[in-house]
């Protein structure tokens, strides 16, 4: 127990470490301005979509307005915020590499997730990508170390709801957790149907939570608009450039399958639980495919999945290979790690003219 809170601090410490000289950058990313706007709206006592409008769903503002709430409604408040997000996220990554791989794959995965969810675009920002990452890996982590009781299964429906209910496109990971747990039943015989029924039961039990106000108040038709229609028509009408979506997605289930296939033949342990890992992480590729324009910071949500795949897998190597990829991924991050130390550089020089 004693070490696990040592690894802890560790990545928190490692968090604010990479986080703290943005903390002092008036504007990052204009989305962030936005929701802090919503945020206190919310506070002000008017409903999402009521006064100010967003094509965000709800839940992304309630979380902004907490953070006004007890830490001011500042800039420095949110990104303090985003750093408590980013570790805790890497804290949830950690406990399932640990559960499923072992301690070093769980430390591992844990550090890439910090690095990779802050050196991308706008990843210095709190993203509601950010926000959304914490109930998300929580229920992975929540189904991965629990059997599947009707419980359990209530609340991984609770959670994955509520990181939908803060970026929308998530709902294709609810839809394919879903479907993992039919594919369960029947195939396996390892859940019974009281199981789906519960887990079905707490994401529209959330869901009902976030309408019910606007449904008290007459404006049931503002809450289906701006949280069903609206995304569908983003998603709908937004271009997609590169390769074609039904390429996309067939190279999503190709790696799927072969990183499924790979598991299989160097691991006999912990199947159900590296299928569902994956299951998360094809689903939420393919919500982003699908989610319309394509902007960077949107793989904020696969990199702590991403990451837990790689060091999983990088567990699994002879020591000798695990030690020279573990060598190129630490010269890779001191790479992608330097605009860091230069905002470093630049919070040094403006206190130095304060200074003066």
């Known amino acids: 127990m004693k070490k696990k809170w040592v690894i802890a601090v560790c990545l928190l ?9 943005y903390y002092f950058v008036d504007v990052i990313n204009w989305d962030e301005s936005t929701f802090i706007l919503m945020g206190q709206s919310l506070l002000d006592g008017h409903l999402p979509y009521t006064e100010l409008w967003d094509i965000k769903p709800p839940l992304a503002f309630a979380a902004y ?12 408040a949110i990104r303090i915020a985003g750093t408590i997000c980013v570790f805790l996220t890497s804290w949830l990554v950690y406990l399932v ?3 499923i791989g072992s301690n070093s794959a769980g430390i591992f995965a844990g550090i890439l997730t910090i690095v990779t969810v802050t050196a991308i675009d706008s990843g210095q920002a709190t993203m509601t990508e950010h926000v959304a990452c914490v109930p998300l890996l929580g229920a992975l982590t929540w189904l991965v170390t629990h059997k599947m009781t009707p419980g359990a299964l209530f609340l991984g429906g609770l959670l994955l709801t509520g990181a939908t209910l803060v970026r929308l496109n998530l709902a294709y990971v609810v839809l394919g957790v879903g479907i993992w747990l039919v594919y369960s039943t029947f195939k396996h015989q390892t859940l019974e149907l009281q199981g789906i029924a519960a887990y079905c039961l707490g994401s529209f039990s959330l869901i009902f939570l976030t309408f019910f106000p606007y449904l008290i108040k007459g404006d049931s038709l503002i809450w289906f608009n701006s949280v069903v229609l609206a995304p569908l028509s983003y998603a709908n009408s937004a271009g997609h450039t590169g390769m074609g979506t039904e390429k996309k997605l067939l ?7 072969i990183l499924n296939q790979l598991w299989q033949r160097t691991s006999a342990k912990q199947q159900r639980e590296f299928g569902l890992l994956q299951v998360f992480l094809l689903s939420t590729v393919i919500s982003i495919i699908q989610g319309g324009e394509l902007h960077e910071h949107y793989c904020i949500q696969i990199f702590p999945l991403l990451s837990l795949t790689f060091a999983l897998f990088w567990a699994r190597l002879p020591k000798i290979s695990r030690l020279l990829l573990v060598t190129l991924v630490a010269f890779g991050l001191i790479s992608i790690l330097k605009p860091i130390y230069t905002q470093y550089q630049v ?3 403006r206190l130095k003219l304060e200074n003066l």
């Open 13 to 21: 410490g490692i968090s604010v470490l990479v986080r703290f000289p």
């Open 347 to 349: 919070v040094g020089d």
């Open 251 to 257: 190279l999503a289930c190709l790696i799927f399958g």
């Open 97 to 99: 590499g640990r559960y």
């Open 65 to 76: 307005a907490f953070v006004i709430m007890l830490l001011g409604k500042n800039i420095l």
